[in-house]
């Protein structure tokens, strides 16, 4: 009975990873269009009715990640306010930004498995995280931790 307990408050967490954000089309191709959405008043609020210009501190986990902190082809530094990075505000507290994978982290031959992000206000003294000012995971396939992860917590 507890090891089904601990599988699922491990688990858990992730359902929320990216319940702040919605990416359209739901299941990406590099070459895709994507529009993003962020909804500042999600995860930890840290935005939340902001009047402030939103820029996304964003990379990706590839195949060859070494684990959820192992941010690859980072689109631009801390701080560093890309046009291309700007979210546009779309309604209150709901924010867009368009790109294309393969344009904005240049990922090479490597397989995307997440897009990651920090939303932040243009001097990044404010920010929009997940719950627990975690950083944000949007998975394009099964988390890794669904795939592999989960038995090396069990034992």
């Known amino acids: 009975m507890k090891k089904p307990l601990l599988l699922l408050s491990l688990l858990l967490p992730l ?16 070459t895709d269009l994507l529009t993003l959405t962020f909804d500042a008043s999600q995860g930890n609020a840290g935005l939340a009715d902001c009047d402030c210009d939103i820029y996304a501190h964003t990379g990706v986990l590839t195949d ?8 690859r082809h ?3 530094g801390w701080g560093e306010n890309k046009p ?6 779309t309604g209150d507290n709901l924010y867009q930004l368009q790109f294309r994978m393969k344009d904005l982290y ?3 031959d490597e397989k995307i498995l997440a897009m990651t992000f920090v939303f932040r206000n243009a001097d990044g003294s404010k920010t929009g995280k997940a ?15 669904l795939k592999t992860g989960a038995r090396r ?3």
């Open 84 to 89: 291309a990075l700007h979210l546009k505000k």
């Open 153 to 155: 917590f069990l034992r």
């Open 131 to 145: 719950e627990g000012e975690r950083d944000i995971f949007y998975y394009l396939g099964k988390s890794p931790l």
């Open 106 to 108: 240049q990922s090479g």
């Open 74 to 76: 980072v689109a631009a």
């Open 15 to 30: 359902l929320h990873l990216s319940a702040q954000i919605t990416v359209s089309p739901g299941k990406p191709e590099p």
């Open 64 to 71: 060859k990640s070494n684990g959820p902190g192992d941010w």
